[in-house]
């Protein structure tokens, strides 16, 4: 806890696209935890208390769109940034979601477009 390092959860359905994000982050120098989109989530955020969430929005348990109001209206994530990072970064869902983000990414995430916003989001110089 004491790493000094930038902390990230990831919440993806699709454990290879969220591992692979996961090591592009960590190769960044941030630290990750990976969690799945469950309705149980907003404890599991509050306990690791990250600096940004990479969210999917077409999840089974839970539409990314609908966690992604209940982190706002929750008194101890509402200040978290929240980047959408979907195959539908695009779609209208997300369009409606933008205004609680600071921002998106389509996948395939693209290395190079990762750290940029990562470093814009965060204020690091990550290399």
Excluded: W
Aim: proline share 4%.
């Amino acid at each position: 806890m004491g790493s000094g390092k930038k902390r990230i959860v990831i919440i993806d359905d699709e454990k290879t696209v969220a591992e692979m994000v996961s090591a592009f982050c960590k190769s960044f120098g941030f630290e990750t935890r990976l969690l799945r989109g469950s309705r149980k989530l907003i404890q599991k955020i509050e306990n690791y208390g990250p600096d940004l969430i990479l969210l999917d929005l077409m999840m089974p348990e839970i539409l990314g769109s609908e966690l992604l109001k209940i982190l706002k209206s929750t008194e101890s994530t509402k200040n978290i940034p929240v980047i959408i990072i979907s195959s539908f970064a695009d779609s209208e869902l997300a369009q409606e979601s933008l205004p609680l983000t600071v921002g998106k990414l389509s996948k395939p995430v693209h290395l190079k477009t990762l750290r940029e916003t990562l470093n814009l989001v965060l204020g690091t110089a990550a290399v």
